[in-house]
């Protein structure tokens, strides 16, 4: 899909994405540069209301060993590495 920048530095966000993320008239967006590309993504205001449903992977699991910090560190790395390299 393709859009322009309007004359007032404005960018329509096609509908069929808008729909996809859940993203209404309204909705506060941060907006990233990162290698010459510019990342948009939802701000705070609009993660405040979820299910259970969305959030119960964070929820303690008996069967479950937590990380190391060695496992952390890792995982943080390698979401680092995706993003910036």
């Not at 004359?7 to 907006?31: D, M």
Request: aromatic share 4%; glycine share 8%; charged share 25%.
């Amino acid at each position: 899909m393709h859009t322009r920048i309007s004359s007032k530095g404005q960018v329509v966000i096609p509908k069929a994405y808008r729909q996809k993320l859940g993203w209404e008239a309204g909705t506060e967006l941060i907006v990233e540069e990162a290698a010459g590309q510019v990342l948009l993504k939802p701000g705070p205001a609009t993660n405040k209301t979820r299910s259970i449903r969305d959030v119960a992977g964070i929820l303690h699991r008996p069967e479950m060993k937590p990380a190391t910090l060695k496992q952390m560190d890792a995982a943080i790395q390698k979401g680092f590495d995706a993003k910036w390299r």
